[in-house]
């Protein structure tokens, strides 16, 4: 048989694809990006692994890696599963001709499916049903804009926009007034360069599959969605088969033709409440994430997908397949419920299900006609082993995902400054022997730009490199001083650069490479403006925070952002100036080779744990009960004790800070 390699194991249709394809007796290599969890890799059916480089972070050496297993295990077919892979691919498919066969649409194909604006324009064109959606290029264009019913989306043009050889994410939010939107506007006009405007539609999600063949359209499939991980839209968490309907059929096939697509293909829509009418939501030309259940139901595409591509069988015109199937991903109903405990979100217009209604639903392991994404008795550990891993995050452990085995871990501070800063105490040289002394392994030292030049950035960057070698890392930065007393840091900029408006600044950091957090944010009070778009959000501050415990407060309003589609991390800096700041905040990251490279991309991935003495706390924000318990007890009396202090003169308060020492020193040593 045949040898396949499937690639983004960390997705549900990629295991969906192993277990298909293993089961019919095909040799399948399953690839993931290095340092990340991919339950696919756990199959019984997997024979091989490939760990390449972040596809998102260098398309290039991503693509040379996959050729290079491909010629080495004389691989036939590569199938890649998600945006990750799919787009690189494309883009270097020649590099594969001749070695073996892509199952990918053409370029023009992908490009049409993976621009929203493109398939409302091609919805149109078609006559199909689609949200209002417009184009904005400019916070000018606003203006243009019909009267709008609140709340609209706000969502990028492309989930994934490639700049050179790296992926930038886009993002979905909901704006509920015009200030808001333009807040938001302005944000990912100033990250992406232009944005979609859709109005907002409550419904309930249909799907409708096929496998196009030349002008034929065929193995057609339908499902509606019973349940989504985030109430408010995302990916099903369960779903289930439901009879083909001669409507959802038609504008399916006429968007599909439309499109030129060839092989699998998918199209989502929502049956609007008030009307019934279906409303396109996207088009889908690669594999997507619910591929279990038309399999369960009887078409099973990936095989018909392999026989078509390498021995030329088309698939039949059309398979009698169940209805009524419902098939389910435990980790996804698990993080379902996750998110309803938080409870509706304020000014959410549509229907919210309850907690309680759908804990007992989702309780329940059985029912005629109930199956699993991912639990399987026949191939248990992948299942198994995503739920470990699900339960590990949230405990705000590391992950121990199988990629992890040969990664070790590297601990260092973030937010320092040196001589180099105007405020800075330590020259580099002694403030890295310091922390090669304290057992730290890397540092992102990000100066102030105010009294700096580029000739002496241009010095500073040198002497970082100077100090690192095979055991520590100096990473160069700088400090931003933004309008509105924000403050931006970047780490990782490799050369000068000046200050700017927020939203240009956090841009400008990656495009020069580097890993953009927004510090301090309450400094001067609780933020009152929209959240930054910054890589990451320092909600411990070492300098204004102590170094007992994090920002309580920041913290929850950090949490709920996250809940209404931001995706920064959440990070710990020490804010480090001078020998009286204790080295006792700091992170945590996973790297296969302690170089600044490693470092940035686990801190861009979110694969480090932000460590104080007595807690820990994961790049998502979580926190172990028991850590919470101890780290707000000692958040409290921070604050009780800070309040104290500013109520006496300072005589009083030099004589009461001195007794206090000896018990401050023994928190600071104790943990556990």
Same mark, same amino acid.
């Given at each position: 048989?045949?040898?396949?390699?499937?690639?983004?194991?960390?997705? +549900?249709? /990629?295991?969906?694809?192993?277990?298909?394809? #293993?089961?019919?007796?095909?040799?399948?290599?399953?690839?993931?990006?290095?340092? !990340?969890?991919?339950?696919?890799?756990?199959?019984?059916?997997?024979?091989?692994?490939?760990?390449?480089?972040?596809?998102?972070?260098?398309?290039?050496?991503?693509?040379?890696?996959?050729?290079?297993?491909?010629?080495?295990?004389?691989?036939?077919?590569?199938?890649?599963?998600?945006?990750?892979?799919?787009?690189?691919?494309?883009?270097? =498919?020649?590099?594969?001709?001749?070695?073996?066969?892509?199952?990918?649409?053409?370029?023009?194909?992908?490009?049409? +499916?993976?621009?929203?604006?493109?398939?409302?324009?091609?919805?149109?064109?078609?006559?199909?049903?689609?949200?209002?959606?417009?184009?904005?290029?400019?916070?000018?264009?606003?203006?243009?804009?019909?009267?709008?019913?609140?709340?609209?989306?706000?969502?990028?043009?492309?989930?994934?926009?490639?700049?050179?050889?790296?992926?930038?994410?886009?993002?979905?939010?909901?704006?509920?007034?015009?200030?808001?939107?333009?807040?938001?506007?302005?944000?990912?006009?100033? *990250?992406?360069?232009?944005?979609?405007?859709?109005?907002?539609?409550?419904?309930?999600?249909?799907?409708?599959?096929?496998?196009?063949?030349?002008?034929?359209?065929?193995?057609?499939?339908?499902?509606?969605?019973?349940?989504?991980?985030?109430?408010?839209?995302?990916?099903?968490?369960?779903?289930?088969?439901?009879?083909?309907?001669?409507?959802?059929?038609?504008?399916?096939?006429?968007?599909? $033709?439309?499109?030129?697509?060839?092989?699998?293909?998918?199209?989502?829509? $929502?049956?609007?409440?008030?009307?019934?009418?279906?409303?396109?939501?996207?088009?889908?030309?690669? &594999?997507?994430?619910?591929?279990?259940?038309?399999?369960?139901?009887?078409?099973?595409? &990936?095989?018909?997908?392999?026989?078509?591509?390498?021995?030329?069988?088309?698939?039949?015109?059309?398979?009698?397949?169940?209805?009524? !199937?419902?098939?389910?991903?435990?980790?996804?109903?698990?993080?379902? @419920?996750?998110?309803?405990?938080?409870?509706?979100?304020?000014?959410?217009?549509?229907?919210?299900?309850?907690?309680?209604?759908?804990?007992?639903?989702?309780?329940?392991?059985?029912?005629?006609?109930?199956?699993?994404?991912?639990?399987?008795?026949?191939?248990?550990?992948?299942?198994?082993?995503?739920? /470990?891993?699900?339960?590990?995050?949230? @405990?705000?452990? $590391?992950?121990?995902?199988?990629?992890?085995?040969?990664?070790?871990?590297?601990?260092?501070?973030?937010?320092?400054?040196?001589?180099?800063?105007?405020?800075?105490?330590?020259?580099?040289?002694?403030?890295?022997?310091?922390? =090669?002394?304290?057992?730290?392994?890397?540092?992102?030292?990000?100066?102030?730009?105010?009294?700096?030049?580029?000739?002496?950035?241009?010095?500073?960057?040198?002497?970082?490199?100077?100090?690192?070698?095979?055991?520590?890392?100096?990473?160069?930065?700088?400090?931003?001083?933004?309008?509105?007393?924000?403050?931006?840091?970047?780490?990782?900029?490799?050369?000068?650069?000046?200050?700017?408006?927020?939203?240009?600044?956090?841009? +400008?950091?990656?495009?020069?490479?580097?890993?953009?957090?927004?510090?301090?944010?309450?400094?001067?009070?609780?933020?009152?403006?929209?959240?930054?778009?910054?890589?990451?959000?320092?909600?411990?501050?070492?300098?204004?925070?102590?170094?007992?415990?994090?920002?309580?407060?920041?913290?929850?309003?950090?949490?709920? *952002?996250?809940?209404?589609?931001?995706?920064?991390?959440?990070?710990?800096?020490?804010?480090?100036?001078?020998?009286?700041?204790?080295?006792?905040?700091?992170?945590?990251?996973?790297?296969?080779?302690?170089?600044?490279?490693?470092?940035?991309?686990?801190?861009?991935? #979110?694969?480090?744990?932000?460590?104080?003495?007595?807690?820990?706390?994961?790049?998502?924000?979580?926190?172990?009960?028991?850590?919470?318990?101890?780290? +707000?007890?000692?958040?409290?009396?921070?604050?009780?004790?800070?309040?104290?202090?500013?109520?006496? &003169?300072?005589?009083?308060?030099?004589?009461?800070?001195?007794?206090?020492? &000896?018990?401050?020193?023994?928190?600071?040593?104790?943990?556990?």
């Amino acid at each position: 048989m045949a040898r396949v390699l499937i690639l983004d194991g960390h997705s +549900a249709a /990629a295991l969906a694809f192993t277990r298909s394809l #293993g089961r019919a007796g095909y040799w399948v290599a399953v690839g993931a990006n290095r340092g !990340i969890f991919a339950a696919a890799t756990l199959s019984r059916y997997c024979q091989a692994k490939l760990e390449y480089p972040v596809s998102t972070e260098e398309a290039d050496v991503f693509t040379a890696a996959v050729a290079e297993f491909v010629r080495r295990n004389r691989i036939e077919l590569v199938v890649p599963v998600t945006d990750w892979t799919t787009w690189p691919l494309s883009r270097y =498919r020649e590099r594969l001709d001749g070695i073996c066969r892509l199952a990918l649409p053409t370029h023009e194909a992908l490009e049409i +499916a993976s621009d929203k604006y493109r398939t409302i324009e091609l919805a149109r064109s078609q006559n199909v049903p689609a949200p209002e959606t417009w184009l904005i290029q400019s916070v000018a264009h606003l203006h243009a804009l019909p009267e709008l019913s609140f709340p609209v989306v706000v969502k990028d043009r492309f989930s994934v926009r490639w700049q050179a050889d790296k992926a930038v994410f886009g993002s979905v939010a909901y704006a509920y007034s015009a200030a808001d939107l333009v807040r938001q506007v302005e944000q990912r006009l100033g *990250q992406a360069g232009d944005v979609l405007v859709q109005s907002f539609v409550a419904g309930t999600g249909i799907g409708f599959s096929c496998f196009a063949v030349g002008t034929e359209i065929c193995l057609p499939f339908a499902w509606q969605r019973i349940r989504e991980i985030d109430p408010r839209g995302s990916g099903s968490s369960a779903r289930k088969s439901i009879a083909l309907d001669s409507n959802l059929r038609d504008l399916s096939e006429s968007l599909i $033709k439309g499109a030129n697509f060839q092989g699998l293909a998918m199209v989502e829509y $929502k049956r609007e409440l008030a009307t019934g009418q279906l409303e396109l939501m996207e088009i889908n030309g690669r &594999p997507w994430g619910s591929l279990q259940l038309p399999i369960v139901s009887g078409i099973n595409y &990936p095989l018909h997908m392999v026989r078509w591509i390498l021995e030329g069988v088309n698939p039949p015109r059309e398979i009698a397949y169940k209805k009524g !199937i419902t098939c389910r991903r435990m980790v996804g109903e698990l993080t379902h @419920l996750d998110n309803l405990r938080r409870g509706k979100p304020p000014q959410w217009p549509g229907p919210y299900p309850s907690f309680w209604g759908s804990l007992m639903r989702v309780a329940a392991p059985w029912s005629p006609g109930m199956r699993y994404d991912d639990l399987s008795l026949s191939d248990p550990r992948p299942g198994l082993s995503e739920i /470990a891993n699900w339960f590990r995050i949230r @405990l705000g452990r $590391k992950s121990r995902g199988p990629s992890n085995a040969r990664k070790k871990t590297a601990r260092g501070i973030v937010h320092c400054h040196t001589a180099y800063s105007c405020d800075g105490k330590l020259n580099l040289p002694e403030f890295c022997r310091l922390l =090669r002394r304290e057992g730290f392994s890397f540092v992102g030292i990000t100066e102030h730009t105010q009294g700096l030049s580029a000739e002496r950035y241009e010095a500073f960057v040198r002497e970082c490199g100077q100090q690192s070698d095979q055991n520590f890392v100096a990473i160069p930065g700088l400090e931003f001083r933004c309008e509105d007393g924000v403050e931006i840091a970047g780490i990782g900029i490799s050369r000068w650069m000046e200050d700017k408006r927020s939203d240009e600044m956090t841009v +400008a950091i990656r495009s020069a490479g580097g890993f953009s957090i927004w510090v301090h944010p309450f400094k001067n009070g609780k933020w009152q403006g929209p959240f930054l778009q910054c890589d990451a959000v320092e909600v411990m501050n070492g300098k204004l925070d102590g170094v007992l415990a994090p920002n309580l407060a920041l913290l929850r309003t950090y949490k709920k *952002q996250q809940r209404e589609g931001r995706d920064a991390h959440a990070i710990f800096g020490l804010d480090f100036h001078n020998t009286r700041q204790p080295l006792a905040v700091w992170v945590e990251c996973e790297v296969e080779a302690l170089t600044r490279e490693a470092i940035l991309a686990a801190l861009r991935g #979110g694969h480090f744990m932000n460590c104080v003495v007595h807690g820990t706390m994961s790049s998502s924000g979580e926190i172990t009960a028991r850590d919470y318990a101890r780290l +707000a007890g000692l958040r409290g009396a921070y604050l009780v004790w800070r309040s104290i202090l500013r109520t006496v &003169p300072n005589r009083g308060r030099e004589l009461l800070v001195s007794a206090s020492r &000896p018990l401050v020193r023994m928190l600071k040593r104790r943990g556990g």
